[in-house]
């Protein structure tokens, strides 16, 4: 492996967040906050810069050798070095440990949005005390919110646009970072795919942000946008979306976070005059009916039961069939695209209802969006193969090919599934395993935890649910789970590949 390039690459991503933690600098200072916190986001900013100038000069060649082991080496300690140069904010200004800080990077980067911070946090911002997530500097909030928007359509795949010399071997890197089971591309050069799926990220971030905006504040809107956009879920407010209490803003959130759960591609197309492509895709079609399914089935137990709809702000809304379908339809959409924004207080809903929400984590978004989860081609795949193996045990000398979207899938991808099925599953039950090993993590913690890291989804049940936050946990439960939101948002393919002792050997 040519660790020379690998170094220089991953030296250029550290620039690139030191000049993303920059750009809250001008924000912190036009929102208020202190010159003491400015002087500290600066300072944030700075040391990345500096520490990926530095390995870049140290590690300079002219020569680009970038093949497979070079590629998931550089997504997958790039990641971990944005993440760790990503906690410098949160260390510097608030009273954040540093493994505290590194869950709530990677939590932001992976579009998690689990997060350790909650009303019982105190920090401190010269003599000033302040407490709560709404409290925080606005320069750090913004970057928190950040993470989410840089962390979805991909780090490194933000680098290919942005950044000439990536191309250079780019396949490597897209195919290891980009969600899925394939990697599709619009375009023959990598650069000009990465280019174009970015510009329909911003395109539709900027559309929510204008539509956010006659309910609620620039920064919030923007902020917002970030956890919508990103599927991520992390809010200005404590909480979450439902301290609004705004029929439009969870009208918004939940029509923009369905459409990030959505494959791009197909957002490229129907920008491109194409939008029947959304119904010939077979992957939409089945996320369509998952989401439709999902909200009105939960929407009709709500009213069958009748019991209070407890909002996340503490107010009881009663369960008729407008109320149902405004809070089943938000969590559903929300919990399927890994979003992990609340307006209500799901735990408590009947158990059908947290089963089917459950289920939805596991299964995730559409591959190409920024969706996590198992994502829904896969859930197709498996579908229809299945469906074949049990006509061939009566018909068994049949010939049966597998179709997606008009396409036979060949032997290999049907094979790369099957094992990260398999793999999926024994990761989750091994990390509930490691969980509930610690006393004070109940059993429906440790699995909800366990699923809401590895899915990328943020907040599950019990100890860790709507309500709730990751803070009370011991330390190394949380760097467990941080290690699971990577193996999450990289597909697991591409990290296990790099803990391979047969990855480093020549």
């Given at each position: 492996?040519n660790?020379?390039?690998?170094?220089?690459?991953?030296?250029?991503?550290?620039v690139?967040?030191?000049?993303?933690?920059?750009?809250?600098?001008?924000?912190?200072?036009m929102?208020?906050?202190?010159?003491?916190?400015?002087?500290?986001?600066?300072?944030?900013a700075?040391?990345?810069?500096?520490?990926?100038?530095?390995?870049?000069?140290?590690?300079r060649?002219?020569?680009?050798?970038?093949?497979?082991?070079?590629?998931?080496?550089?997504?997958?300690?790039?990641?971990?070095?944005?993440?760790?140069?990503?906690?410098?904010?949160?260390?510097?200004?608030?009273?954040?440990?540093?493994?505290d800080?590194?869950?709530?990077?990677?939590?932001?980067?992976?579009?998690?949005?689990?997060?350790?911070?909650?009303?019982?946090?105190?920090?401190s911002?010269g003599?000033?005390?302040?407490?709560?997530?709404?409290?925080?500097?606005?320069?750090?909030?913004?970057w928190?919110?950040?993470?989410?928007?840089?962390?979805?359509?991909?780090?490194?795949?933000?680098?290919?646009?942005?950044?000439?010399?990536?191309?250079?071997?780019?396949?490597?890197?897209?195919?290891?970072?980009?969600p899925?089971?394939?990697?599709?591309?619009?375009?023959?050069?990598i650069?000009?795919?990465?280019?174009?799926?970015?510009?329909?990220?911003?395109?539709?971030?900027?559309?929510?942000?204008?539509?956010?905006?006659?309910?609620?504040?620039?920064?919030?809107?923007?902020?917002?946008?970030?956890?919508?956009?990103?599927?991520?879920?992390?809010?200005?407010?404590?909480?979450?979306?439902?301290g609004?209490?705004?029929?439009?803003?969870?009208?918004?959130?939940?029509?923009f976070?369905?459409?990030?759960?959505?494959?791009?591609?197909?957002?490229?197309?129907?920008l491109?005059?194409?939008?029947?492509?959304?119904?010939?895709?077979?992957?939409?079609?089945?996320?369509?009916?998952i989401?439709?399914?999902a909200?009105?089935s939960?929407?009709?137990?709500?009213m069958?039961?009748?019991?209070?709809?407890?909002?996340?702000?503490?107010?009881?809304?009663?369960?008729n069939?407008?109320?149902?379908?405004?809070?089943?339809?938000?969590?559903?959409?929300?919990?399927?695209?890994?979003t992990?924004?609340?307006?209500?207080?799901?735990?408590?809903?009947?158990?059908?209802?947290?089963?089917?929400?459950?289920?939805?984590?596991?299964?995730?978004?559409?591959g190409?969006?920024?969706?996590?989860?198992?994502?829904n081609?896969?859930?197709?795949?498996?579908?229809?193969?299945?469906?074949?193996q049990?006509?061939?045990?009566?018909?068994?000398?049949?010939?049966?090919?597998?179709?997606?979207?008009?396409?036979?899938v060949?032997?290999?991808?049907?094979h790369k599934?099957?094992?990260?099925?398999?793999?999926?599953?024994?990761?989750?039950?091994f990390?509930?395993l490691?969980?509930?090993?610690?006393?004070?993590?109940?059993?429906?913690?440790?699995t909800?935890?366990?699923?809401?890291?590895?899915?990328?989804?943020?907040?599950?049940l019990?100890?860790?649910?709507?309500?709730?936050?990751?803070?009370?946990?011991?330390?190394?439960a949380?760097?467990?789970?941080?290690f699971?939101?990577?193996?999450?948002?990289?597909?697991?393919y591409?990290?296990?590949?790099?803990?391979?002792?047969?990855?480093w050997?020549?």
């Amino acid at each position: 492996m040519n660790i020379r390039s690998v170094l220089n690459v991953i030296a250029t991503l550290i620039v690139v967040i030191g000049l993303a933690i920059l750009t809250s600098v001008p924000v912190g200072w036009m929102m208020g906050d202190s010159n003491e916190v400015i002087v500290r986001l600066f300072i944030s900013a700075l040391i990345p810069i500096a520490a990926g100038i530095g390995l870049y000069s140290a590690s300079r060649t002219k020569h680009y050798e970038l093949g497979r082991r070079e590629g998931f080496a550089i997504v997958t300690f790039g990641w971990i070095a944005a993440a760790i140069f990503g906690a410098i904010p949160f260390m510097l200004i608030s009273d954040l440990y540093w493994y505290d800080a590194f869950f709530e990077t990677m939590s932001g980067f992976t579009t998690t949005g689990a997060s350790v911070l909650d009303d019982k946090l105190v920090i401190s911002t010269g003599e000033t005390l302040k407490r709560g997530i709404a409290d925080l500097p606005k320069g750090l909030l913004y970057w928190r919110s950040l993470t989410h928007w840089l962390g979805g359509m991909g780090i490194v795949v933000l680098s290919l646009a942005i950044i000439p010399f990536l191309k250079i071997g780019g396949q490597q890197l897209y195919n290891a970072e980009v969600p899925g089971p394939t990697s599709d591309q619009l375009t023959p050069r990598i650069a000009n795919s990465a280019k174009i799926l970015w510009g329909v990220y911003v395109l539709l971030s900027v559309i929510e942000t204008l539509m956010l905006l006659p309910s609620m504040s620039l920064f919030d809107a923007w902020a917002h946008t970030c956890g919508t956009m990103a599927t991520g879920g992390f809010s200005t407010l404590q909480s979450s979306v439902g301290g609004f209490n705004s029929v439009y803003v969870d009208t918004v959130i939940t029509l923009f976070m369905f459409l990030a759960g959505c494959n791009f591609i197909l957002h490229y197309r129907a920008l491109r005059g194409k939008p029947l492509f959304y119904f010939k895709d077979d992957e939409f079609r089945l996320y369509l009916f998952i989401t439709c399914f999902a909200t009105f089935s939960i929407a009709a137990l709500l009213m069958i039961t009748g019991n209070p709809i407890i909002t996340t702000d503490g107010s009881a809304m009663v369960p008729n069939l407008f109320n149902s379908l405004r809070y089943s339809a938000f969590q559903t959409v929300s919990i399927l695209t890994t979003t992990g924004f609340c307006t209500a207080n799901f735990a408590i809903w009947p158990t059908y209802a947290c089963l089917v929400l459950v289920s939805m984590m596991f299964i995730g978004g559409c591959g190409g969006s920024t969706g996590g989860g198992m994502k829904n081609s896969r859930l197709l795949l498996l579908l229809k193969y299945s469906t074949m193996q049990v006509k061939r045990c009566l018909f068994p000398r049949s010939v049966s090919n597998i179709h997606l979207n008009n396409s036979r899938v060949d032997s290999e991808t049907l094979h790369k599934v099957l094992s990260f099925f398999f793999l999926f599953v024994m990761i989750f039950l091994f990390f509930s395993l490691i969980l509930s090993l610690y006393p004070d993590i109940d059993f429906t913690t440790a699995t909800s935890a366990s699923i809401a890291s590895l899915g990328n989804i943020g907040p599950g049940l019990s100890k860790v649910g709507a309500t709730c936050t990751y803070s009370w946990m011991q330390p190394s439960a949380k760097i467990i789970l941080t290690f699971a939101m990577l193996l999450g948002r990289l597909e697991i393919y591409t990290v296990l590949i790099v803990l391979l002792p047969s990855f480093w050997r020549k």
